[in-house]
Nanobody, 126 residues
């Protein structure tokens, strides 16, 4: 089992930047592919970005491609999401998630992730 704790959320104006972090503890962090998801009020949880265990392969939702960057540091058991050029539509609770399936494969599907953090709020004002 792995425990995940997000941090770095906050309130910013459109065009601003935030960097989210996810600290992992428990089992070996590099055993897991990781992902970021977000959920806005009244909406379903949606995929944002994913990364394989090595960090070599990444994937992004079309809505964030070119603005967000996912990365990981296996030595520090940390997952990050650099968010630039933020838009009001980026507002939501951001969750990191760990997938105990093939760690060399990316997934955009929430049900394929086994462990979730509690989330951190991101609010972007226009």
């Amino acid at each position: 089992q792995v425990q995940l704790v997000e941090s770095g959320g906050g309130s910013v104006q459109a065009g601003g930047s935030l960097r989210l972090s996810c600290a992992a503890s428990g089992r070996t962090f590099s055993d897991y592919a990781m992902g970021w998801f977000r959920q806005a009020p009244g909406k379903e949880r949606e995929f944002v970005a994913a990364i394989t265990w090595s960090g070599v392969d990444t994937g992004y939702a079309d809505s964030v491609k070119g603005r967000f960057t996912i990365s990981r540091d296996n030595a520090k058991n940390t997952l990050s999401l650099q968010m630039n050029s933020l838009k009001p539509d980026d507002t939501g609770v951001y969750h990191c998630a760990a997938r105990s399936g093939p760690s060399s494969a990316l997934s955009r599907r929430p049900f394929q992730y086994d462990y979730w953090g509690q989330g951190t709020q991101v609010t972007v004002s226009s």
